[in-house]
């Protein structure tokens, strides 16, 4: 399986469109979402292209390819827009044999661990910094943000063949680990 990883997108239409293009063009098999999805939020400034409601709509066209989770910023009336699940605060996938614990990281994160073991992936967002690591047999993930980076470009992952990436919008790959 071959999926794309992509984390606050800040209700940023014009960035949404760009990563779905590739999405389209890498035939993808999911589209894993680790929240922030529609709103920008009381500290993040507008971001280009914002515009939740065709976010909404283009995300929806997907529905049956996301799997997705809830951010700090996501709100229970923006489960009435969208036409998937993404009000749970993780989600554990199954994929290669390998055990990816997706959250948003405003709950969960490097220094507050849900339970995890050896050869786990932990997958999150909220921190708009692109993270590819392996401490303790854990590979930590984080790919940033695609429309509002606090370090670093905006970015998405992919996983693909035990790798995952971290990718600019541009399709240069940032950080990269094999699990």
Do not use: W
Request: aromatic residues 10%; glycine residues 8%.
């Amino acid at each position: 399986m071959k999926f794309m990883i992509v984390s606050d997108i800040h209700g940023s239409f014009e960035d949404l469109k760009k990563v779905i293009q590739i999405f389209e063009e890498e035939k993808l098999d999911k589209l894993v979402l680790l929240g922030d999805l529609l709103y920008h939020g009381p500290r993040n400034p507008l971001p280009d292209g914002y515009n939740p409601k065709e976010v909404a709509k283009l995300l929806n066209q997907y529905k049956e390819k996301i799997v997705a989770v809830r951010g700090n910023c996501d709100a229970e009336v923006d489960q009435m827009v969208l036409e998937f699940p993404m009000r749970a605060d993780y989600i554990e996938l199954y994929v290669d044999g390998h055990r990816f614990f997706l959250t948003h990281g405003h709950l969960y994160d490097e220094e507050h661990l849900p339970m995890l073991h050896q050869g786990d992936v932990f997958l999150y967002g909220h921190f708009h910094k692109p993270v590819a690591k392996k401490e303790n047999g854990i590979v930590f993930f984080n790919p940033s943000s695609i429309s509002l980076p606090k370090a670093g470009e905006k970015s998405f992952g992919i996983y693909e063949n035990n790798e995952l990436k971290i990718l600019s919008m541009d399709k240069g790959i940032i950080k990269s680990i094999k699990i």
